[in-house]
């Protein structure tokens, strides 16, 4: 199953490929097909499942498929329990709809801070509304937000909107909804309240239930990317934004490579530190409490932190220098995935490490294939950099070639 398989639109499939999803998650592939007929959908799958894209995508579709009016009428709701969740998912449809035909506008609603940013901001209407229960209420009192057109609702982590309290709300907004609308009802978990809640609201719902239980062996989805190793700083840069992530393990070869690496995700204003032998046992304790606290995001590390290091949350490990053995690769993706959670792990393969990592691969019987993001396509090709006198008849690296090649070595 592919995303191009789910009956999403060209440009939705095009903002997918600056991502590195390979294919749909089991939630993604029966709701949003069910999503894009205009079914109801109610879904249940464990966290980390991929259910904001299981609403994201379908709304985004709609919202390209519907004319922009002036005022700007709302077409989608999005319900969710926490602060946090609400700027998460708001940005989630901000990143891909900047690859609509035509811009529009999100906005995102929550309590806890003044009201009055948030009521200039919804001048001249919005064409999406992601808010917790309470603050919607109250923009709705000041006029701010007419939901008299919103053709869907989306209920997100919708067992704890009913858990925390907030059943009267709901059912207040609810009540200013028009009864012809489509609904999208996510949930991590399926309680009884939600189950009742589900046959009073949803008409048909296609249902989705994946368990819930813990996974029991760890769940590490490994993928190999082709990129030259001069635009590797670039690209993780990129993946970190594109892909929200918030603690990243990086591995490189050297020292000096941890220190240059981290120094550049530095100026580019993340929060990277290094981490190696050479570093005082003090700094090393301190750099590893400052990741499991959320203060750093980026640890640039050598194969001393690819053993033994735990870090519960560890959803990401780059490999951007590859390992020297297939043992080191076990240990460095073992750093992810740990307690039943699931993680990635990625590795950056240029023309010059292909083979090895090839090496890597066959040892673990894996089938990695190599894949691209757009925009960081590799120019370097095997052909251009086989040494001198191996070269094939006809190749012989222009001058150019040469200097690429030489600023793809340097870190
Ligand atoms: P949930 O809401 O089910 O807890 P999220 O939607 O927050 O899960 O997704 C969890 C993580 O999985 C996010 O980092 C997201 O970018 C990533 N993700 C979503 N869809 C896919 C996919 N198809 N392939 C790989 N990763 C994905
Ligand atoms: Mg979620």
């Not at 879904?43 to 919202?63: D, I, N």
């Not at 229960?133 to 997100?156: K, Q």
């Not at 009540?175 to 046959?199: D, I, K």
Request: aromatic share 4%.
């Amino acid at each position: 199953m592919s995303f191009s398989s789910l009956g999403l639109s060209p440009a939705l499939i095009s903002a997918l490929k600056t991502r590195v999803y390979r294919a749909p998650t089991p939630i993604q592939s029966v709701a949003i097909p069910a999503a894009l007929q205009g079914r109801d959908v109610l879904g249940s799958a464990q966290t980390g499942s991929g259910k904001t894209l299981a609403f994201v995508l379908p709304v985004l579709q709609q919202l390209e498929n519907s004319p922009i009016s002036r005022p700007r009428r709302l077409h989608a709701l999005i319900l969710v329990p926490t602060r946090g969740l609400c700027a998460q998912v708001g940005e989630e449809l901000r990143s891909l709809g900047t690859h609509l035909s035509q811009p529009r506008k999100v906005s995102i609603v929550f309590g806890g801070v003044s009201i009055n940013p948030q009521l200039l901001r919804l001048r001249g209407g919005t064409d999406v509304v992601v808010a917790t229960p309470g603050r919607l209420l109250d923009l709705i009192a000041h006029n701010a937000i007419d939901l008299s057109t919103v053709a869907t609702l989306v209920l997100d982590e919708a067992d704890r909107l009913l858990e925390l309290g907030f059943a009267e709300e709901l059912g207040a907004i609810l009540a200013l909804l028009p009864r012809q609308r489509q609904n999208l009802f996510l949930s991590a978990t399926f309680p009884p309240v939600l189950e009742a809640m589900a046959r009073d609201l949803l008409h048909e719902p296609v249902r989705v239930e994946l368990s819930s239980e813990p996974l029991t062996a760890p769940d590490i989805v490994q993928r190999a990317i082709a990129v030259d190793a001069g635009r590797r700083t670039q690209l993780l840069r990129h993946l970190i934004a594109q892909n929200h992530w918030t603690r990243v393990l990086v591995f490189v070869a050297t020292k000096h490579a941890a220190e240059i690496v981290a120094d550049k995700l530095r100026k580019a204003r993340i929060n990277a530190e290094p981490f190696h032998g050479e570093l005082s046992q003090g700094k090393r304790t301190q750099v590893l409490a400052d990741f499991k606290a959320s203060r750093v995001k980026v640890v640039v590390a050598t194969d001393l932190a690819a053993r033994g290091l735990d870090i519960a949350e560890l959803p990401v490990v780059v490999n951007y220098d590859l390992p020297r053995s297939a043992l080191d690769y076990t240990h460095r993706i073992g750093r992810t995935a740990r307690a039943g959670e699931s993680g990635i792990a990625l590795s950056f393969v240029n023309a010059d490490t292909q083979a090895h990592f090839r090496l890597i691969t066959k040892r673990h019987r894996l089938n990695l294939p190599l894949e691209q993001i757009e925009g960081f396509e590799p120019l370097q090709t095997t052909s251009l950099i086989m040494p001198s006198g191996g070269g094939i008849k006809g190749k012989r690296q222009s001058k150019k070639d040469r200097l690429r090649q030489a600023a793809g070595l340097q870190h």
